[in-house]
């Protein structure tokens, strides 16, 4: 019956959006609902704590049904590279929250912040040790390493990564460095102006450079001494169409062969970022793109055997961080420079935008209903926790997803930032350890 009320709830709320809203954030509704659930139904149907919840909806899926119908298996194993200002903080607290409900072990930063052994390749006294000497996720900022850390996970650990367009990280990299206060660049696009001649405030950010060269390179674990380039190419080089003072552009050729996309780099540099992308898109099940977040989980879930309810996040964490130069554009000129100042950055990102929708391409048209379908749900998802409702809300089973259960309890997980994960998986670390200590 309460799963009746709140289905008909949402389809006046999708009628008529404006009356909704209205209505629906009155205190007479609120308290009509309430209270007249509470006469009717009482505490039928409400799940019990946190603890129960998790049982109840993390029985092992040996087989669950996802995509156009294949059987899989839940993987528990994997590592998420947290790329810089690339959205990464949205799909943390996904992670975070997955691994929490399944008492999966994290590996955890040693110090405060989210950060393990950043800006350095993680070692031993990073990370807080295992209480099983077994690690099944890993989801803070490292700098990726494969042989350091295939070393500490399981041999069927999943690995995936995020990234975004390189001028819009670079955008999100200004604003959270202060970059326009420490350059003292007043202009109304600081961004632009930085990029008009990046080369000329080299010597003043020195050791932060690498916030607006090739940041999203770096963390996938490129060694970028390689790419010091950071003025236009003198003519010499012969690159056709190029001339000095103009810089050379791949957009065009993305689809061309290695000796193309690379055409003005040195051959050897060259093939240390072909040869370095390529070991990324064999190790690596999935590099997400920010610009497409929603196909990029649904794409996630799929390969990881997960379900809908897996991947719900909040709505209102994403784009809340307005600042004056977030929507300005840039010339082509200041295009080109940043693509001569950043170019790994625009290699991976255009190479892994390309993956992602080749294997979009792959998983056939219901991909693109079960996209559909996951917006709504998230959608009504999000409606629902806004509402504060002390009732439960059942989703139904569909073609992608078993039936599931919200509650206040899953709500309030939606809503917590990743430094709230962070405390609680550091007090579920320290529990494991007194458990051991007790039985050991």
């Known amino acids: 019956m309460d799963n009746k009320l709140l289905s008909l709830l949402v389809y006046f709320r999708l009628k008529n959006k404006e009356r909704w809203m209205l209505i629906g954030l009155t205190l007479v509704l ?69 691994g929490y409900e399944r008492g999966l072990t994290f590996m955890l930063p040693a110090q405060d912040g989210p950060n393990i052994g950043y800006p350095r390749f993680p070692k031993t006294g990073d990370y807080l040790p295992s209480s099983n000497g077994v690690f099944n996720v890993i989801a803070d900022h490292i700098r990726y390493k494969k042989d350091i850390v295939t070393s500490l996970m399981p041999h069927d650990t999943a690995y995936f990564a995020i990234l975004r367009h390189p001028l819009s990280h670079l955008k999100s990299v200004f604003n959270w460095k202060h970059l326009d206060k420490i350059l003292r660049i007043k202009a109304e696009n600081p961004v632009g102006r930085f990029l008009d001649t990046p080369w000329y405030y080299r010597a003043s950010i020195q050791g932060m450079v690498r916030y607006t060269a090739n940041l999203m390179a770096y963390d996938m674990g490129l060694n970028i001494a390689y790419f010091k380039q950071n003025r236009p190419l003198p003519s010499k080089l012969n690159f056709p169409g190029q001339h000095y003072g103009k810089s050379p552009r791949i957009s065009h050729i993305q689809n061309g062969t290695k000796a193309e996309k690379y055409l003005y780099l040195h051959p050897k540099t060259a093939d240390i970022l072909h040869q370095y992308i390529t070991s990324i898109d064999q190790d690596f099940i999935l590099v997400m793109i920010l610009e497409y ?62 993956t992602l929708w080749e294997k979009i391409s792959s998983q056939g048209p219901d991909f693109f209903e079960e996209l559909s379908y996951f917006k709504f749900i998230n959608k009504d998802v999000n409606w629902y926790c806004s509402m504060k409702l002390e009732i439960t809300w059942t989703i139904p089973s569909s073609n992608w997803n078993e039936a599931f259960v919200l509650n206040r309890t899953f709500c309030e997980w939606l809503a917590l930032k990743r430094w709230h994960w962070d405390d609680i998986l550091k007090e579920e670390h320290i529990k494991k350890w007194h458990r051991k200590s007790f039985f050991s």
């Open 30 to 98: 609120s308290v009509i609902v309430v209270a007249f659930l509470a006469a009717n139904f009482g505490q039928k149907g409400r799940l019990p704590v946190s603890t129960e919840l998790q049982s109840q909806q993390h029985v092992d899926r040996a087989e669950q049904l996802y995509g156009s119908g294949g059987r899989c298996r839940e993987r528990t194993n994997f590592v998420f590279v947290k790329v810089h200002k690339c959205g990464s903080h949205t799909t943390t607290c996904i992670l975070q929250r997955f």
């Open 293 to 354: 977040y929603d196909e990029s989980l649904v794409m996630l879930k799929r390969l990881m055997c997960w379900g809908i309810r897996d991947i719900l996040y909040d709505l209102d964490v994403r784009n809340n961080e307005p600042y004056r130069y977030k929507h300005k554009d840039f010339t082509e000129v200041q295009k080109d420079n940043h693509r001569l100042w950043s170019l790994a950055d625009y290699a991976f990102y255009e190479h892994f935008n390309s």
